[in-house]
Nanobody, 125 residues
Framework: QVQLVESGGGLVQPGGSLTLSCAASGLTFSSYGMGWFRQAPGKEREFVAAISWTGDSTYYTNSVKGRFTISRDNSKNTVSLQMNSLKPEDTAVYYC??????????????????WGQGTQVTVSS
């Protein structure tokens, strides 16, 4: 049974930082590309960042480029999202997801086979 468990969410002031982590089990982690998506209240879920199965390639939506960094540790079956210079518009539930490494459409939700339950990030003063 595949499980993706996110952690690290919380309340942070604008300009602050958070690091989200996702622990994967029940799959050959090194064979999967990983992604982070988010969903704000009243909005559709959207792509945030992705990383290839090797970790060599990363992808970001324009609004987080230069502020967020995705990374993975295949020895620990984890993927992380370092978020800096947080803005109120970053407030959302953040989801970790896994896609088959052969799937190159990294920004598309349908590309992902497994999803976590999400972790809330709230950016507010």
């Amino acid at each position: 049974q595949v499980q993706l468990v996110e952690s690290g969410g919380g309340l942070v002031q604008p300009g602050g930082s958070l690091t989200l982590s996702c622990a994967a089990s029940g799959l050959t982690f090194s064979s999967y590309g990983m992604g982070w998506f988010r969903q704000a209240p009243g909005k559709e879920r959207e792509f945030v960042a992705a990383i290839s199965w090797t970790g060599d390639s990363t992808y970001y939506t324009n609004s987080v480029k230069g502020r967020f960094t995705i990374s993975r540790d295949n020895s620990k079956n984890t993927v992380s999202l370092q978020m800096n210079s947080l803005k109120p518009e970053d407030t959302a539930v953040y989801y970790c997801a896994a896609r088959d490494r052969r799937n190159i459409l990294v920004m598309t939700m349908k590309s992902y086979d497994y999803w976590g339950q999400g972790t809330q990030v709230t950016v507010s003063s």
